[in-house]
């Protein structure tokens, strides 16, 4: 059974910063990509930033230059760096993975629970 868990989010004023953890565990063979995504009440889900196995990241234009994903060499855990913080960027904070749990397996996408950032106006 593979589990994705986030940690590293709370409250934070504005301008500060948080970094968060995301974890796969179980059997795996291998991983992808992996991403982090972002809802706030009353919003859609939105991509935050994504990063492949080779290292090759993306943003959303709205926290590009602010936050900053890795995976050391590419593997697991995956880290979010969030740094000046708005109170737009408030929301419930869940990491995804490709995961390939066998190599006769096919890539199946995973997510975690999530982890709630908050930024008081």
């Known amino acids: 059974q593979v589990q994705l868990v986030e940690s590293g989010g709370g409250l934070v004023q504005a301008g500060g910063s948080l970094r968060l953890s995301c974890a796969a565990s179980?059997?795996?063979?291998?991983?992808?990509?992996m991403g982090w995504y972002r809802q706030a009440p009353g919003k859609q889900r939105e991509l935050v930033a994504g990063?492949?196995?080779?290292?090759?990241?993306n943003y959303s234009d709205s926290v590009k230059g602010r936050f900053t994903i890795s995976r050391d060499n590419g593997k697991n855990p995956t880290y979010l760096q969030m740094n000046s913080l708005k109170p737009e960027d408030a929301a419930l904070y869940s990491c995804?993975?490709?995961?390939?749990?066998?190599?006769?397996?096919?890539?199946?996408?995973?997510w975690g629970q999530g982890t709630q950032v908050t930024v008081p106006p």
């Open positions: 990063i492949t196995s080779g290292g090759d990241t």
């Open positions: 179980g059997s795996i063979f291998s991983i992808s990509e």
């Open positions: 995804n993975a490709q995961i390939r749990v066998h190599i006769r397996v096919l890539l199946r996408t995973y």
